[in-house]
């Protein structure tokens, strides 16, 4: 384990439905993020979360909602999502948030697979 | 805008041979790089991280060089074993406090 843990590991949702991913991590990190990683693409930045303040929407469609109750816990809130919204989604933290080297090193969960039908 | 560019095919390479996987980039002088391992319906794992002013970096088998004038970094597994076997994955320093830019990733694989 990688002390990142995100549920449910697989998802399938109809384009109507409301659903919510999580992720918890116990390594005392300040910094969370969800990525986006679609097949043979790089990892597309979602959002991120320092100190449990949002401080990135990286140009992502409203259908997707994220939440940062405390820095332990983050979520992922959908809803009317589209056939292209599938793919593994990826939890991540860090240390801190920082141009410095070593900040920005990124412990992932193993992701929760999403399809939308 | 920064660009990464990873080997899209995979690489197949005999057990006990040196893999070298490379990662170009673009438009920008990264402060550090960063490679990563990532196993099917896995997140990524953390391997290495190379600064700008390092040549090159070593942890067990594994080696990565920075070479800042050809914007390229190479990674390195030497005795390589099946289990080697995974995609490997490059970020370097965007410039910003948090964002990494990615490449695609390169898919190794080590026959027995």
């Known amino acids: 384990e990688t002390g990142v843990t995100q549920t449910p590991r697989h998802l399938v949702m109809g384009m109507t439905n409301k659903k919510s991913l999580k992720c918890e991590q116990h390594l005392g990190h300040n910094a969370m993020y969800w990525y986006k990683q679609s097949a043979k693409k790089p990892l597309e930045l979602m959002f991120v979360?320092?100190?449990?303040?949002?401080?990135e929407n990286n140009s992502v469609p409203s259908r997707f909602s994220p939440e940062c109750p405390n820095s332990s816990h983050l979520f992922l809130h959908l809803h009317t999502l589209q056939p292209e919204d599938s793919a593994l989604y990826l939890c991540?933290?860090?240390?801190?948030?920082?141009?410095?080297?070593?900040?920005?090193?990124?412990?992932f969960g193993a992701g929760s697979r999403l399809t939308v039908l | 805008s920064q660009k990464i560019e990873q080997n899209s095919e995979a690489l197949n390479i005999q057990e006990g041979k040196t893999a070298t996987l490379t990662c170009n980039y673009t438009n920008y002088s990264p402060a550090y790089l960063q490679w990563y391992r990532q196993d099917p319906g896995r997140g990524p794992v953390f391997l290495l991280l190379i600064r700008e002013n390092e040549k090159e970096k070593r942890k067990e088998r594994l080696k990565v060089t920075f070479d800042t004038t050809l914007k390229q970094s190479l990674f390195h597994i030497t005795a390589s074993q099946p289990a080697d076997s995974a995609t490997y994955l490059c970020?370097?320093?965007?410039?910003?406090?948090?964002?990494?830019?990615w490449g695609a990733g390169t898919k190794l694989i080590i026959k027995p």
């Open positions: 979360y320092s100190l449990e303040e949002r401080v």
């Open positions: 970020a370097l320093e965007s410039g910003s406090n948090y964002q990494l830019i």
């Open positions: 991540a933290s860090s240390r801190q948030l920082g141009r410095r080297s070593g900040a920005n090193v990124l412990t």
